[in-house]
C-alpha cells in the first residue's frame, strides 16, 4: 500500500508503552479502513501526529466526535490531504464546520488537542478513568474486553521474581460486585475470586495468569 508518511513521523506512537504499563486496553485504527461502523466500537481516539487524512476519513472522524466520542490529538490532525498537499485549515475542522481546529465539544463528543505529545498519556488515563488500576511493580497487566462486552479479560505476566503470597488489584469502584476467576499454568483448576471491594485479593502467581472478570 502507498505510505502517507510524508513528515517521517514514527508510525507506532512513543506514548503506547506507557499506556500500556498504565493498563489502559488499546487497539488500533488503522486510516485506510475507517469507518463509523468500525468506530462506534471505541470511546476514545487518538491520533497522535495525523496529519494526512482524506476528504471521507476526515468525514467519519467528524461524525464519530460527533456522536459521542472523545478524541485526543494533536494540533497537526488532518493539516494535509490524502496526497500530502498542505491544507488551508484542518480537513477535520472543515467537517466540524469550524474555521480552526480548537478543544472543545463536538456535538455530543469532544476533542481535546494536546501541543506537547509526551503529554497524551496521562491525558489518556484521565479520560479512561475505568481502567486505572494499581498492581505490584513487577506485575504486568493487558487488559481486552469481550466482543459482546460482558467479559474483562486481565492478563497478569509476573516480570519478578515467583510471588510467594497473595496480591492485591485495585480496580476501578464499577467492577465492584462482580464475578472473578484466576486462571494459571500452575493450577489445575481455575480460582473463583471475591469482588467484594474494588481490591481483588489473588492468589500467587509465578509467571502468568488469567483473571476473568465477568460483568
Not at 90 to 115: H, M, R, T
Not at 132 to 152: G, L, N, W
Not at 196 to 201: F, G, H, P, R
Request: charged share 20%.
Amino acid at each position: 500500500t502507498l505510505s502517507r508518511n510524508y513528515q517521517g513521523i514514527p508510525l507506532i506512537p512513543n506514548h503506547l508503552r506507557s499506556l500500556c504499563e498504565a493498563g489502559v486496553p488499546l487497539q488500533g485504527a488503522i486510516d485506510s479502513s475507517l469507518s463509523l461502523d468500525r468506530l462506534t466500537t471505541f470511546k476514545l481516539l487518538v491520533a497522535e501526529h495525523v496529519t494526512s487524512l482524506s476528504d471521507d476519513q476526515a468525514a467519519v472522524l467528524a461524525d464519530w466526535l460527533k456522536s459521542g466520542g472523545t478524541l485526543i490529538a494533536t494540533p497537526d490532525l488532518g493539516k494535509y490531504d490524502a496526497i500530502g498537499r498542505t491544507l488551508p485549515r484542518s480537513i477535520v475542522a472543515k467537517k466540524l464546520g469550524d474555521q480552526i481546529l480548537a478543544s472543545g465539544l463536538a456535538g455530543a463528543g469532544k476533542l481535546i488537542l494536546v501541543e506537547d505529545a509526551k503529554e497524551i498519556p496521562e491525558i489518556v488515563k484521565k479520560e479512561a478513568g475505568y481502567w486505572q488500576f494499581t498492581k505490584p511493580e513487577s506485575m504486568e497487566i493487558a487488559p481486552y474486553v469481550s466482543e459482546k462486552d460482558d467479559e474483562i479479560v486481565l492478563h497478569c505476566v509476573n516480570h519478578g521474581a515467583p510471588l510467594t503470597a497473595d496480591w492485591e488489584l485495585h480496580l476501578p469502584q464499577t467492577l465492584v460486585g462482580h464475578s472473578a476467576k484466576l486462571f494459571s499454568p500452575d493450577r489445575q483448576e481455575p480460582i473463583s475470586l471475591k469482588l467484594a471491594s474494588n481490591i481483588l485479593t489473588i492468589p500467587p502467581v509465578d509467571a502468568y495468569g488469567v483473571v476473568v472478570i465477568k460483568k
